[in-house]
């Protein structure tokens, strides 16, 4: 599996795998069946209810706790200092494990509805970076920032978020924040890689996957780490547990990415990190 080097040193695999929506024992299995299959990163986060059943998975994988990249995500209720202290013991002993590989915000306070935003996120990373040098994360990160958001954070971070978890898909891949990203050393990861099923039926993806004798979820996971983004498909059937990282066998030409980075809008969220908890 490639891998990817963070700016803190830390190597992250470029395929991972999406844990939102499978809870308890589907969320256990599909995690064993993930890990069985040889990813090596698993997301969850503490809003998606199933920290526990992610921990569970891992252990009952008998993959051993250091050979896996775990990410878990605080999420936008909890954002401050204090909160961000409370919130990160709770999800290690709901995984059960002492350490988080990847910890994220998950959504930044913004203008709509924080009074101080700014410092809001400031006090949020502050945690962040005490709490990695205290040796319970390893990476820090964040996710949905925009650039106005990353670009207040500099003001008073001490480390550059290590990782952006971003929505990423045809038709919605945010081109210019993942420039920026890159030129500021922050790795972007994928999020909704296949647009939670809004790219299939696409004419396009279907004649390029054809051509190489591949599925357009493949060719689609293809497409992100092409753009060196981290991409974290999710599943809880194992045959497309399977193909999601059947990915190291074919390559798209640079026509055929250029092809697929020019597809126009289709399968986002409607989910915007500065009006947020509203959707356009
Ligand atoms: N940071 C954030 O704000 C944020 C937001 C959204 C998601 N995420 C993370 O990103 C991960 C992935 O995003 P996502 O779960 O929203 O969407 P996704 O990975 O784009 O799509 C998942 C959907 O596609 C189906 N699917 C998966 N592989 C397939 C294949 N090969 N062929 C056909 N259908 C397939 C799945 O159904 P089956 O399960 O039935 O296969 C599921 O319904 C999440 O699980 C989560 O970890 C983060």
Known sequence: MRELI?????KIPIVGFGTYKAKEQEGIQ???????NGYRLIDTAAAYENEEAVGNGIKASGIS???????TKLWREMLGYEQTKAALEKSLSRLGLDYIDLYLIHWPANARNY??????????????EELQGEGKIRSIGVSNFWQEHLEALFQTANAVPAVNQIEFHPGYWQPELTEFC????????????????????????ESIANR???????????WVIQHDVIVIPKSTSPKRIEENIQLFDFELSDEEMKQIDD?????????LPNIWPDRV
């Open 212 to 222: 190489h004798g591949k599925s357009v979820a493949q060719v689609c996971l293809r």
């Open 182 to 205: 890159r030129q500021q050393g922050i790795v972007v990861e994928s999020w909704s890689p296949l647009a939670r099923g809004g790219v299939f039926g696409n004419e396009v993806l």
């Open 6 to 10: 963070l700016n803190d040193g830390e």
């Open 115 to 128: 009074k101080n935003w700014q410092q809001t996120n400031a006090d949020t990373w502050r945690a962040m």
């Open 263 to 271: 597809l126009p809008e289709m399968g986002f969220s409607g989910e």
């Open 65 to 71: 706790r250091d050979q896996v990249v775990v990410t």
């Open 30 to 36: 599909s995690v064993v069946d993930a890990l069985s």
